[in-house]
């Protein structure tokens, strides 16, 4: 996402932009930089040398140029791009517009303190205007075109850096991120950011929920958060009930979604109500799958708990229960109406959960773009402490690449399985391990296998493990194991098989991944060989 920040020049825009993205961990460009880099000379000479209107032209296609990236960047757009009414439709198309405002003092304070470190723009320059008048032209005749914003902060009296805390306070407890997802049955409309608990009611009786709601949970889950939810429902005037079931894997029966079936019968939930899952990946798990096979199929919306479930599990529709012959092998694509990713509940998630959930951020980042890898990089240890900014540009990421996904292939019969990335060796060392080791551990250690066997099939570079194993390392998440021997009958398994042939997604570079087939025995053996090195 990028967020473009405007207003008139000398307002301190290209003082905010680094600052507000160090508060995301996101990377922030200058624009006036951009066309210098691509014109080899300044902004000032292409003006002088070049007219205007070819610097105009540079500018608008310097800023068109800028491409598409789920990681987070900020735009100090300078102070002509946004004139052009097809540039602000750009920005508007890539992320939101940040106006800065600022008195007639402010801003010829600003330009006058430019033009001092431009002694070329002095009262000798031919091209010379006093501050003050070239700071009321300015206001005067672009009016419009800076209150054309989704936003606007009012920066007199406060420093850059007081500027940058508002804007990022405003995103992440205002504003948040809002993702459409595409699915078969209806769009699922994913809401990231502080405090959405409070109003998760609102949102469902915007979606046209009228009926009862069933609000499925875990006990530990319920006795934090179901109070909130359970308000927000009334408050709007929607019927609910509460009903619990048991955390984690062991909540992923097919004894407990009976047991939920006869909740939803004798407590009269209907087509015209749904299911509200509260909780982590695993309630989401069982409770959509109940919402699939229910009355044939009634409205649920998920409510995420964890970052495994803001991050990957809530997205997309997939819905199952565990058996003994392995894990998610019963389900059902259902699409949730909405996500309701409430970011704040975070705080009180378990270090290790926490870690867990980053393995599918990573995932996700390396199969978008290096841009997005290094944003990772960069707020990581951000993200485990807890820093909201960093959390949401986090989940964003992992979201809008999910959701880009699934939105061109809801029912997995191709794109959709890059999100496999990891989960061949992943689930099978989960359920080996009787799911001793978290989700999110064992997909870091399919991560590591499965770029280890692409090393050996000689489809990738070495660099691309030592890479994914740094950030491993920093999510405080495993590179290396014993496998158990049971590992090899759940690979064999797996439910990405056609025509009994194992399937795996191997990376060939960030941003570029493989399915392949009929992979050897010795090959398989190799990787597990490196993942097993001195564990």
């Not at 392995?326 to 009180?348: E, Q, R």
């Not at 990581?380 to 900014?389: K, P, S, T, Y």
């Not at 689930?427 to 296998?449: L, Q």
């Amino acid at each position: 996402m990028h967020i473009f920040l405007v207003g008139p020049p000398g307002i301190g825009k290209s003082s905010v932009a680094p600052l507000l993205a160090h508060h995301f961990g996101a990377a922030a460009i200058e624009l006036d930089r951009e066309i210098e880099r691509r014109a080899g000379k300044s902004c000032k000479d292409v003006i002088e040398q070049d007219g205007m209107e070819r610097f105009l032209e540079i500018e608008s296609s310097t800023l068109q140029k800028l491409a598409p990236t789920p990681s987070w960047v900020v735009v100090d757009t300078g102070g002509r791009a946004p004139i052009r009414d097809d540039n602000r439709a750009f920005m508007r198309s890539r992320g939101l517009i940040v106006g800065l405002h600022g008195s007639l003092d402010r801003v010829t304070s600003g330009i006058a303190a430019t033009m001092a470190q431009r002694p070329n723009q002095g009262p000798s320059s031919p091209w010379y205007e006093a501050p003050r008048d070239r700071a009321r032209k300015v206001l005067r005749e672009r009016k419009a075109v800076y209150a054309d914003t989704d936003v606007t902060f009012d920066v007199d009296g406060a420093t850059a850096g007081e500027t940058a805390r508002a804007i990022a306070a405003w995103l992440v407890s205002a504003r948040g991120v809002r993702i459409d997802v595409a699915g078969p049955e209806r769009p699922c409309r994913v809401l990231i950011r502080a405090g959405l608990l409070d109003h998760v009611g609102s949102h469902l009786v915007d979606l046209g929920w009228r009926g009862r709601v069933a609000v499925v949970s875990d006990a530990a889950t319920a006795s934090r958060y179901e109070d909130a939810v359970l308000r927000s429902l009334e408050g709007v005037g929607l019927d609910s009930v509460a009903v619990h079931v048991p955390g984690g894997e062991r909540g992923k029966r097919l004894s407990v979604a009976a047991r939920l079936w006869d909740a939803l019968a004798h407590e009269g939930v209907g087509r015209d109500g749904g299911i509200l899952a509260l909780g982590g990946g695993s309630v989401g798990d069982v409770a959509g799958f109940v919402a699939a096979t229910y009355l044939r199929g009634i409205r649920v919306a998920q409510v995420p708990t964890t970052l495994l479930g803001m991050a990957d599990a809530s997205i997309g529709g997939k819905t199952a229960i565990d058996i003994a012959a392995g894990k998610n092998l019963v389900g059902a694509f259902h699409s949730p109406d909405a996500v309701f990713a409430d970011i704040a509940v975070l705080a009180t998630l378990p270090a290790r959960q926490l870690s867990s959930g980053l393995a599918e951020v990573t995932k996700c980042a390396f199969l978008a773009d290096r841009e997005s890898v290094a944003q990772l990089q960069r707020s990581l240890e951000n993200v485990r402490a807890g820093d909201l900014g960093a959390i949401l540009a986090a989940v964003t990421i992992a979201a809008e690449v999910k959701g880009g996904i699934v939105s061109q292939d809801p029912r997995e019969s191709g794109l959709r399985e890059l999100l496999n990335f990891g989960h061949t060796m992943g689930h099978a060392y989960e359920a080996a391990s009787g799911y001793r080791v978290t989700h999110g551990e064992a997909v870091a250690i399919g991560m590591v296998y499965a770029t280890a066997l692409a090393e050996k099939l000689e489809l990738t570079a070495p660099t691309f493990r030592q890479e994914l194993e740094s950030l491993l390392d920093r999510a405080a998440l495993p590179k290396r194991t014993r496998l158990p021997n049971a590992v090899w009958s759940y690979v064999l398994q797996d439910k990405k098989a056609r025509a009994g042939k194992l399937r795996w997604i191997l990376p060939r570079r960030i941003g570029r991944f493989s399915e392949v087939t009929d992979v050897g025995e010795p090959a398989l053996r190799a990787a597990a060989r490196i993942v097993e090195r001195a564990a």
